[in-house]
């Protein structure tokens, strides 16, 4: 196992865990202070390592192995995705990265995977190559009996929750036992609620997997993924699969994503904040259908996030009339800016229609609260909606 040793000089000491998860977040994968030395290490720039004699117990050989800036970073998403708990945790060149290293590592040819119908929309392909391997793949909605009828004969269950870009939850605690008792592994995409909204490992899924490119990093500047799991024997098979494949991050987008870390309390706070108000104030126009977010106490999803979730995210999805009245608004937006992604400390939105890969009206929006003043989103976005009413 690479990585994971403390006498080498950029090694990160374990700090003492403190409760408040603010504390936590500032400090999470630190070294202890040390006079004259900087309170966060800089990128550890190198594709290899001095490595003389036998390399067997060295801690960072070649830089597909292993990287001080890693692990960092891996403690760091450790210290907050289980709180006093040793978890492993693999950083990985993309979410994507992370996803398939969890599914094609662990599935194998003859198994049965459940993937939700519902969720990332790469999640159909990767499916299609999941049974081009030879698995069995059921997809099922996140939200719904089927789910606990499809872990049946399951080796590994994957679920989304709250779900890209839909945004319904299933219950994790209910789900995970089922699973479990049917003898299947869960893995659970933690994107959108990020550490700081969902614990997945605590409500006993056996991998915790998430983008680190959206909400956790939150500046739009990063593509990262990270795999946590508890103990040496989940993590292996993925661990193997990362160096194979190689899909590594960079040492300076990992030490990019930690640096990221320090703000992501107040970050997702005041994303949550405005997510809630322009849920709010989406509900109350004529033009709007359906809006989602499961922070909304009259979500259908709200009172099982509300059980689950210690924060409801930044993602808001909501229906207009058609096509049109969607494109002409999120035109009209000044402070809204057309992105695809979320999480990001810039408030996006995007129409999901146009990619063709989730199953949703033409109207349907999915928003990305930032971190501006809530009062100049509603006004803009009302600005922008009584430019679509004209036409
Ligand atoms: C964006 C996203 C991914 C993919 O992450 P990348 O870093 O873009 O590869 C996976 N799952 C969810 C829920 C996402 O939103």
Redesign the pocket.
């Known amino acids: 196992m690479s990585g994971t040793t403390e006498d080498t000089p950029y090694a990160a000491t374990r700090a003492p865990q403190p409760a408040g998860e603010g504390t936590r977040a500032v400090h999470a994968g630190l070294p202890e202070s040390e006079p004259y030395a900087p309170p966060m290490p800089g990128p550890v720039l190198t594709s290899h390592f001095h490595l003389p004699g036998d390399p067997a117990d060295a801690p960072y050989t070649y830089g597909r192995d292993g990287n001080p800036t890693w692990t960092a970073l891996e403690r760091a998403i450790g210290e907050l995705e289980a709180p006093g708990e040793d978890v492993e945790v693999l950083a990985f060149s ?4 992370a ?1 398939s290293a969890v599914l094609l590592s662990r599935v194998h040819p003859g198994d049965t995977v459940v993937l939700p119908d519902d ?2 929309n ?1 999640l159909g392909p990767l499916g299609e190559q999941l049974t081009a391997q030879g698995a069995h793949v059921r997809r099922v909605p996140t939200h719904g009996p089927e789910l606990l009828a499809a872990v049946e004969g399951a080796a590994l269950v994957w679920l ?1 929750t709250p779900s ?1 870009p839909g945004l319904d939850v299933c219950d994790l605690r209910e789900v995970v036992e089922a699973a479990h008792r049917a003898g299947a592994l869960v893995a659970v ?1 933690n ?2 609620a990020t550490p700081l909204g969902q614990r997945p490992l605590e409500l006993g899924a056996d991998y915790s997997v ?5 909400a956790l990093n939150g500046h739009g500047d990063v ?3 990270y795999v946590a799991c508890r103990g040496g024997e989940l993590a292996a098979p993925v661990r193997r699969w990362r160096k194979l494949v190689g899909a590594v991050p960079g040492p300076m987008e990992a030490w990019l994503a930690h640096r990221s870390l320090a703000t992501l309390h107040l970050r997702v706070a005041r994303q949550q904040e405005n997510a809630l108000a322009l849920a709010r104030e989406l509900h109350d126009w004529p033009e709007v259908s359906v809006v989602r977010y499961p922070g909304l106490p009259e979500d259908p999803s709200h009172e099982v996030a509300a059980r689950q979730m210690r924060r409801y995210g930044c993602v808001v999805s909501f229906t207009l009339p058609d096509l049109g009245f969607a494109e002409r608004l999120l035109g009209a937006a000044r402070i809204v800016e057309s992105a695809t ?2 999480g990001g400390v810039r408030t996006t939105a995007e129409r999901r229609g146009r990619w063709g890969g989730d199953d949703v009206p033409d109207g349907f929006v999915r928003l990305s609260a930032g971190v501006e003043d809530a009062a100049d989103l509603i006004a803009d976005l009302r600005q922008a909606r009584d430019s679509a009413r004209e036409g």
């Open positions: 993309s979410g994507m990265a996803i969720g990332y790469l989304e890209n995409d994107t959108l998430a983008s680190g490119t959206k593509l990262l993924g992604s979320f």
